[in-house]
């Protein structure tokens, strides 16, 4: 230990988008649970998909893609809650109050967070998805394939949606702060409230809840779309934007508040 | 400088800080003293632009903080010891600080150094006592090289070694030119470390300014004579207006007078003196007088139990 503090040898250091990313992706990258989720979200579609193989053993398309859909169920939870994390590992220490002062402007480090939620759950969904699809195709011996442009709208739209749960959980995340209720508003948010919302026997609220990302996604998952919910296109314009409705509250939020 | 113009802040019904203005100014270590609840923290916390204030402003080296474009260059906080992940290294910790302001690996190996946390680094936060995790508090507020620095009780877990380092570095920081803002509970280190000084108590300045200054306006400055002729001195002190009181082995402790003064009063009176000592009042006493009207958790006086222990 030495009782002066040397001079700091480099240029003066300034606050950028590029380096609270690069903040947030080394604070990701040193928690073994973001590992351990993201492992766990691929390993768990997988398995999955392969047990509702037996559900529907016929090699069609519909049952390939019916099973690899089953599959993403229990990655979305586990992916949401790697969104959670990205929010509130930080609050739930309060060691926000360290990034915070080193980003005083606080937007750029709502964006970096959320960038990164997009990023990783993207990466996770695509890997996920990768697995599964060919162990679908696999163990049905054959129903679907890659080349099909049906089937690659329905896996790329599996892969957008996980990218869009993850940045819902990060905002959710930064407005509540903890863990639990991160996770339980985030579900309320994707598969609740349009329900209850349903309940409301005004079309208009029938049309605001088919708006709901848990329910606009509902055409995601197979080449033949249920006509009573949002298109694919359609479903996807109502996911992104709900997402991003999320990121602008969140990034308002937390501006205005005490940290 | 850190200027503090008229700072409120209210916690639902609660006044945590009440039109709060000072100024630090650089080149100084300033104490910020005041009982629990006093508003200290949440000031700290307003400075470094984690809370809004309800009304009032802080500028931060002549502009507001929360604009920077080089906050850790601008400002170093520790704010509290326990905002560090448990399941990250010291280093990854600092790495990640470093890298939202740009700056370099090598700068978290140097405050790694500074806090004597090297060996340490690697290690998970979660295995850290709480003087290993002020010590990381610390390198965090040092690596951005900050012209001011907010420590809110730095030296809280530290062993004596790292009590004096800590005075030391604080010292020659401000000797270096830069502006440094400290609380302490611990009143003999402020007593060592502060050379201005900022009295809160319930979210009120109470008293500002050099350390000397604030012990003398609210201590009363006695001075301890001893003399064989104690009743003649007392009767000659009583004359000019001074009180006296026996120390119970031979001296007097006179008040309400210097101790110059006493020396030429019993010259006059050829009183022989064999001591003649002025007694300043310590930070301490200082401390509680002027926040004996402010305590928001004032301590019970102890019991007497009938077996003559306090309980």
């Known amino acids: 230990m030495t009782a002066t503090s040397p001079a700091l040898s480099t240029q003066e250091p300034r606050v950028s988008f590029g380096g609270t990313f690069a ?30 193989t037996v559900a529907g053993p016929q090699p069609t398309e519909q049952n390939v893609l019916d099973a690899v859909a089953k599959g993403f169920g229990a990655c979305e939870i586990l992916i949401i809650l790697i969104g959670t994390l990205i929010a509130t590992a930080d609050y739930e220490n309060h060691a926000i109050t360290v990034f915070l002062a080193a980003v005083p402007r606080r937007t750029p480090l709502v964006l970096a967070k959320v960038l990164l939620s997009a990023i990783i759950g993207l990466a996770v969904a695509g890997l996920a998805t990768a697995l599964a699809f060919p162990i679908s195709v696999a163990l049905h011996g054959g129903g679907a394939s890659f080349t099909d442009p049906a089937v690659l709208r329905v896996l790329g739209e599996i892969i957008l949606f996980g990218a869009c749960v993850s940045v819902i959980a990060t905002s959710v995340g930064l407005v509540f702060r903890s863990t639990i209720a991160t996770i339980g508003v985030t579900l309320g948010f994707l598969y609740l409230v349009p329900i209850l919302i349903s309940f409301i026997p005004l079309d208009i609220f029938t049309l605001v809840s088919d708006t709901f990302p848990g329910n606009a996604a509902t055409n995601f998952f197979g080449t033949t779309a249920d006509p009573s919910r949002l298109d694919p296109i359609s479903g996807l314009i109502a996911t992104l934007a709900w997402t991003t409705a999320w990121v602008v509250f969140a990034a308002a939020w937390i501006k205005r508040r005490n940290a | ?306 077996d003559g222990r306090t309980r």
């Open chain 2, 1 to 306: 400088m850190i200027e503090v113009e008229n700072l409120t802040q209210v916690f639902g019904d609660k006044v945590a800080v009440d039109d709060l203005s000072f100024t630090v100014g650089s080149g100084t270590v300033t104490g910020l003293l005041g009982p629990n609840g006093a508003g200290k923290s949440t000031t700290m916390r307003m400075i470094v632009g984690l809370d809004h204030p309800v009304k009032g402003s802080v500028r931060v080296n002549g502009a507001d903080f929360r604009n920077s474009s080089r906050p850790l260059r601008d400002l170093g906080a520790l704010l509290d010891p326990a905002a560090l992940h448990p399941g990250r290294s010291g280093r990854m910790h600092l790495r990640a600080i470093a890298a939202t302001n740009g700056i370099p690996s090598s700068r978290v190996d140097e405050v790694l150094r500074l806090t004597g946390m090297t060996d340490a680094a690697a290690r998970r936060v979660g295995t850290y006592s709480l003087g290993m995790r002020q010590r990381i508090g610390i390198a965090a507020a040092l690596l951005g090289d900050p012209q001011t620095l907010v420590l809110d009780e730095p030296v809280n877990g530290l062993d004596p070694d790292g009590v004096h380092w800590v005075r030391e570095l604080v010292t020659s920081l401000a000797a270096d030119g830069r502006t440094v803002l400290v609380s302490s509970h611990l009143m003999s280190e402020m007593a060592l470390t502060a050379d201005h000084l900022i009295v809160m108590g319930r979210g009120r300045l109470i008293a500002q300014g050099p350390v000397a200054d604030v012990i003398a306006r609210a201590t009363q400055a006695d001075v301890l004579v001893r003399t064989p002729q104690a009743q003649s001195l007392a009767t000659a002190l009583a004359g000019i207006g001074a009180t006296t009181r026996p120390t119970g082995d031979g001296g007097l402790i006179v008040t309400n007078t210097t101790a110059p003064q006493i020396g030429e009063l019993a010259a006059t009176h050829l009183i022989p003196l064999y001591e003649l000592t002025p007694q300043q009042g310590s930070l301490e006493e200082a401390f509680l007088t002027l926040t004996k009207d402010d305590q928001e958790y004032a301590s019970g006086v102890p019991v007497e139990k009938t």
């Open chain 1, 23 to 52: 903040s947030e992706w080394l604070k990701a990258r040193s928690l073994r649970s973001t590992w351990w989720l993201g492992a766990s979200a691929v390993i768990s579609m997988a398995l999955i998909t392969a047990f509702w």
